[in-house]
């Protein structure tokens, strides 16, 4: 099963009476990452983690915000550098309000993995899970924009931070819950103890 994340993507058109940049719609971009192992042994958990690193990458090169004046449409990805390919398949993404703070959800993925009575840990499922917001606002001129880049960036960092993989091991046994950051402790510490 491919990993897949939702990253929004703002759309602001400038008005000139304002002399500001107006929201226009909210899309979605999807950011794909390399399939889930299907057996979870030590070596695809600890490939787990370093995919995050590649899959940080590749999100903050995704489009992040498009700007358009007139005639001229301008798109940046979450380092505030303009993407000159053309904007990849969208779709509306749901904008919500809580306080009048617009904003979307964003959803990271869990994977469900149960032990199979020849002793492997084999992938059953993947659920998806909200984890944070990112605030999308109504307007912003040009001196905002990389403010708007930034905290974006930090949602999408949560998002695959919690990342998680649910361990199974026997019916009726409590299941084990471990996220990228655990599996990087246990990394670090399984090595310091090797030394």
Known sequence: MAQRFFLPVSVYSYDRRSKRYLLKACLQCSVDGPPLPKVL???AGLGLMGENVELLKT??????????????TVVYDA???????????????????AYELPHVNLNTLIAHYRLRSDGALVLTNTER????MCHVPDEMDLGYVRHHLD?????????LRDRRIVVERARGEQPSVFSCETLRRSEAEFRQRSK
């Open 59 to 72: 999100a903050m090169r995704a489009p992040a915000i498009v700007l358009t004046n007139g005639n001229r």
């Open 41 to 43: 042994t030590c070596g």
């Open 79 to 97: 380092s505030c550098e303009e993407i000159k390919t053309p904007l990849p398949p969208t779709s509306p993404m749901r904008l919500l309000r």
């Open 151 to 159: 905290s974006r960036a930090r949602a999408i960092r949560k998002l």
């Open 129 to 132: 899970l909200h984890c944070t």
